[in-house]
């Protein structure tokens, strides 16, 4: 039932509310009702204590004076609830005011330290656009270092280039100078030598024939000192008449037993002689046809040895004249001065080698003509020291024969066997005596080809006179050509020794100069090879350490440039959010100034014209009750009204918390 009268007293006041139109600034500040229901609630509060205050007067006379005293002192009741529900608004208001001030307070603490850190990130934004700016100058600095150099190594690789073919066409010159000089100069031998060996040519064919006509006079004397010798030739040619007709003569009184044992002796010696002539003969032509080839050989190798070396020679002159005219320094000399000493270098090496090895090959043909002069000259000396034994009798002839043809048979191996293809030795140049003494000992005495092919006919011819003239000569003296001729062979083979002796020590000394030569040479190129390997590792290793260097620049760059753009676009979006916010705190302070000042002046207009308004309560009881239901109402109202501004308040922190939170972590990140 009273719920009942309670709702049909609801519907009444609203109704009365409805008509009368107490509270018109409901519709108009609806806005505002939503914005701040607190407000509203208390201007439509103090709108209706106002229009129930002036309802109630039409029915006040009806009432008795107790029952005025006690509705007034209810009303009082009422007013001292409603005033002190105000103060607990107030209160509440008062407490959501500070708090929302210390809100207020703690955004703008954070603003200020995310201005502190966005202070602080411009300073460190700072700091790596400065680095960046030092990076950029190092790297500009390096790219115009690499390029200094790259310049400079081009003009140098430009200035060598034109410096190696300014050289290179001047070495051309040079060589072509040469080129035409050794031409000029070994066409000027080549006639000559030519000249002079078709001379010599001449001149040795003359000499063959005189030898040729001395040979064939000496072998009709000494068959016709033979005959006259043993007294019987051959039967059948004129020697042999003439000396049998001279036999008879000169012994008429001789047997037939005794003619027929000298016939028989006769022929015995004269099968001998033919059997000594016949061979010696063989063996002369086998020696001219021997000495033409050599002579053959000697125009040939004197043709080709003219023109080896010599071009390479005179090269190796001019450059040694080059680099001995001034001290060669290492450190200012330029890499094509470098490489063209160590070829000259290297040329003078081989040329070095090579005659080292020439002259080891001609020191060991040496010392084994050496020791054939020695065995020589020992077997001439005991010759001369006994002379007895060159003088042979008829007994021992054919001891000498055989000594002879072994002597004849050594000098002619020696000869043979000689790779030489001058054969010049003076060696070969002598010969055993004979009777024409005098062109034997000037042939001996002069080392050329003539020399040899006299010896060599000379050696042959006195092989097969020697036991003739031992069977013939068997009383001579001992002063005899033959010594005269081992003597004066023996005074050239002994000079002939003294001088190899100086040659042996001549090429020794030279093969140690070429040795010394040849070690300072190796020990140059060594500190060279050392010295270039050393500055090209050193050049290496400062380029990489430049490289490394860079990279590292480069990477810091890089690894500065993204850091740099994370931390702007954090601290943009960071101020940009916390901008947003400072609006919207500022937009909530402002719309709270307002709201707090628009209650301030109200709660002091409605309180004064609550103490100007005369209190007028209803007289009737029906009105009286009406109004206290109406007051209820209100208080219903403004509690649902509290709670609903209680809950969006709470909403709205319970955003602002998460906001706040999200912020500090995107700041904190």
Same mark, same amino acid.
């Given at each position: 039932?009273?719920?009942?009268?309670?709702?049909?007293?609801?519907?009444?006041?609203?109704?009365?509310?409805?008509?009368?139109?107490?509270?018109?600034?409901?519709?108009?500040?609806?806005?505002?009702?939503?914005?701040?229901?607190?407000?509203?609630?208390?201007?439509?509060?103090?709108?209706?204590?106002?229009?129930?205050?002036?309802?109630?007067?039409? !029915?006040?006379?009806?009432?008795?004076?107790?029952?005025?005293?006690? /509705?007034?002192?209810?009303?009082?009741?009422?007013?001292?609830?409603?005033?002190?529900?105000?103060?607990?608004?107030?209160?509440?208001?008062?407490?959501?005011?500070?708090?929302?001030?210390?809100?207020?307070?703690?955004?703008?603490?954070?603003?200020?330290?995310?201005?502190?850190?966005?202070?602080?990130?411009?300073?460190?934004?700072?700091?790596?656009?400065?680095?960046?700016?030092?990076?950029?100058?190092?790297?500009?600095?390096?790219?115009?270092?690499?390029?200094?150099?790259?310049?400079?190594?081009?003009?140098?690789?430009? /200035?060598?280039?034109?410096?190696?073919?300014?050289?290179?066409?001047?070495?051309?010159?040079?060589?072509?100078?040469?080129?035409?000089?050794?031409?000029?100069?070994?066409?000027?031998?080549?006639?000559?030598?030519?000249?002079?060996?078709?001379?010599?040519?001449?001149?040795?064919?003359?000499?063959?024939?005189?030898?040729?006509?001395?040979?064939?006079?000496? !072998?009709?004397?000494?068959?016709?000192?033979?005959?006259?010798?043993?007294?019987?030739?051959?039967?059948?040619?004129?020697?042999?008449?003439?000396?049998? $007709?001279?036999?008879?003569?000169?012994?008429?009184?001789?047997?037939?037993?005794?003619?027929?044992?000298?016939?028989?002796?006769?022929?015995?010696?004269?099968?001998?002689? $033919?059997?000594?002539?016949?061979?010696?003969?063989?063996?002369?032509?086998?020696?001219?046809?021997?000495?033409?080839?050599?002579?053959?050989?000697?125009?040939?190798?004197?043709?080709?040895?003219?023109?080896?070396?010599?071009?390479?020679?005179?090269?190796?002159?001019?450059?040694?004249?080059?680099?001995?005219?001034?001290?060669?320094?290492?450190?200012?000399?330029?890499?094509?001065?470098?490489?063209?000493?160590?070829?000259?270098?290297?040329?003078?090496?081989?040329?070095?080698?090579?005659?080292?090895?020439?002259?080891?090959?001609?020191?060991?043909?040496?010392?084994?003509?050496?020791?054939?002069?020695?065995?020589?000259?020992?077997?001439?000396?005991?010759?001369?020291?006994?002379?007895?034994?060159?003088?042979?009798?008829?007994?021992?002839?054919?001891?000498?024969?055989?000594?002879?043809?072994?002597?004849?048979?050594? /000098?002619?191996?020696?000869?043979?066997?000689?790779?030489?293809?001058?054969?010049?030795?003076?060696?070969?140049?002598?010969?055993?005596?004979?009777?024409?003494?005098?062109?034997?000992?000037?042939?001996?005495?002069?080392?050329?080809?003539?020399?040899?092919?006299?010896?060599?006919?000379?050696?042959?011819?006195?092989?097969?006179?020697?036991?003739?003239?031992?069977?013939?000569?068997?009383?001579?003296?001992?002063?005899?050509?033959?010594?005269?001729?081992?003597?004066?062979?023996?005074?050239?083979?002994?000079?002939?020794?003294?001088?190899?002796?100086?040659?042996?020590?001549?090429?020794?000394?030279?093969?140690?100069?070429?040795?010394? !030569?040849?070690?300072?040479?190796?020990?140059?190129?060594?500190?060279?090879?050392?010295?270039?390997?050393?500055?090209?590792?050193?050049?290496?290793?400062?380029?990489?350490?430049?490289?490394?260097?860079?990279?590292?620049?480069?990477?810091?760059?890089?690894?500065?440039?993204?850091?740099?753009?994370?931390?702007?676009?954090?601290?943009?979006?960071?101020?940009?959010?916390?901008?947003?916010?400072?609006?919207?705190?500022?937009?909530?302070?402002?719309?709270?100034? $307002?709201?707090?000042?628009?209650?301030?002046?109200?709660?002091?207009?409605?309180?004064?014209?609550?103490?100007?308004?005369?209190?007028?309560?209803?007289?009737?009881?029906?009105?009286?009750?009406?109004?206290?239901?109406?007051?209820?109402?209100?208080?219903?109202?403004?509690?649902?009204?509290?709670?609903?501004?209680?809950?969006?308040?709470?909403?709205? /922190?319970?955003?602002?918390?998460?906001?706040?939170?999200?912020?500090?972590?995107?700041?904190?990140?």
């Amino acid at each position: 039932m009273e719920q009942t009268e309670e709702l049909e007293g609801t519907e009444v006041i609203n109704a009365d509310l409805s008509s009368d139109n107490p509270i018109s600034s409901l519709d108009e500040n609806h806005s505002s009702l939503d914005e701040n229901p607190i407000s509203s609630l208390d201007e439509n509060h103090l709108s209706q204590t106002a229009d129930d205050s002036k309802s109630p007067t039409a !029915d006040a006379k009806n009432l008795s004076k107790e029952e005025l005293v006690q /509705l007034v002192a209810d009303l009082r009741m009422n007013e001292e609830r409603f005033r002190k529900a105000k103060n607990e608004q107030d209160e509440e208001f008062g407490r959501h005011r500070a708090m929302f001030k210390e809100l207020y307070m703690q955004k703008e603490g954070e603003v200020g330290q995310a201005h502190q850190q966005s202070a602080s990130s411009a300073a460190e934004f700072q700091r790596l656009r400065r680095n960046y700016a030092e990076v950029q100058r190092e790297l500009a600095e390096l790219k115009s270092v690499a390029l200094v150099a790259e310049t400079a190594s081009k003009e140098e690789m430009t /200035l060598m280039t034109e410096r190696f073919t300014q050289e290179i066409a001047s070495m051309e010159q040079a060589v072509r100078t040469m080129v035409e000089d050794a031409e000029q100069s070994t066409e000027r031998k080549f006639q000559a030598d030519r000249k002079q060996l078709i001379d010599e040519n001449n001149r040795l064919r003359e000499e063959n024939e005189e030898l040729s006509r001395r040979l064939q006079s000496v !072998d009709r004397g000494l068959l016709a000192s033979l005959g006259r010798k043993v007294g019987v030739s051959m039967p059948g040619s004129p020697v042999n008449v003439a000396v049998g $007709k001279s036999l008879k003569s000169r012994s008429p009184s001789l047997d037939e037993e005794s003619y027929s044992r000298e016939m028989r002796r006769a022929k015995d010696d004269a099968d001998v002689l $033919k059997s000594i002539v016949l061979p010696l003969e063989e063996e002369i032509k086998a020696l001219k046809s021997q000495l033409q080839e050599a002579v053959e050989k000697v125009d040939y190798y004197e043709q080709e040895k003219l023109k080896p070396n010599f071009q390479s020679s005179q090269s190796l002159d001019s450059l040694a004249r080059k680099f001995g005219a001034k001290e060669f320094d290492l450190s200012t000399a330029s890499k094509s001065d470098i490489e063209m000493y160590l070829g000259v270098l290297q040329t003078q090496k081989s040329v070095l080698q090579d005659e080292a090895v020439n002259c080891q090959r001609e020191l060991g043909k040496a010392q084994k003509l050496l020791d054939q002069e020695r065995e020589l000259s020992q077997y001439l000396q005991k010759c001369l020291n006994n002379p007895q034994q060159r003088m042979p009798t008829k007994n021992n002839s054919e001891d000498s024969l055989d000594f002879v043809k072994s002597d004849n048979l050594s /000098l002619r191996s020696t000869g043979d066997g000689d790779e030489s293809p001058t054969n010049n030795h003076p060696l070969l140049e002598m010969s055993l005596p004979s009777d024409f003494d005098t062109h034997s000992t000037a042939s001996a005495s002069t080392p050329t080809t003539s020399g040899f092919e006299e010896s060599l006919l000379t050696s042959s011819h006195e092989s097969g006179s020697s036991p003739k003239r031992t069977m013939i000569q068997a009383g001579g003296s001992d002063k005899c050509d033959m010594c005269a001729n081992y003597e004066s062979q023996l005074q050239a083979a002994q000079k002939l020794e003294t001088r190899l002796k100086q040659d042996v020590a001549n090429a020794a000394r030279a093969m140690d100069r070429l040795k010394d !030569d040849l070690k300072r040479e190796q020990q140059f190129r060594s500190d060279i090879d050392i010295r270039i390997t050393k500055s090209m590792e050193e050049t290496q290793t400062q380029i990489s350490d430049l490289y490394k260097r860079l990279s590292e620049s480069e990477k810091l760059l890089i690894e500065s440039q993204e850091a740099h753009g994370k931390s702007r676009k954090a601290i943009e979006h960071a101020l940009r959010e916390m901008a947003g916010e400072r609006e919207k705190a500022m937009i909530e302070m402002n719309f709270l100034s $307002k709201e707090n000042d628009r209650l301030v002046d109200r709660h002091s207009k409605h309180s004064r014209q609550m103490q100007e308004e005369t209190i007028s309560l209803p007289t009737e009881m029906e009105e009286l009750h009406l109004h206290l239901l109406q007051y209820r109402e209100d208080v219903i109202r403004n509690r649902v009204a509290k709670e609903h501004t209680e809950e969006r308040l709470q909403n709205e /922190l319970q955003t602002r918390d998460s906001v706040v939170e999200m912020l500090s972590k995107e700041i904190g990140k």
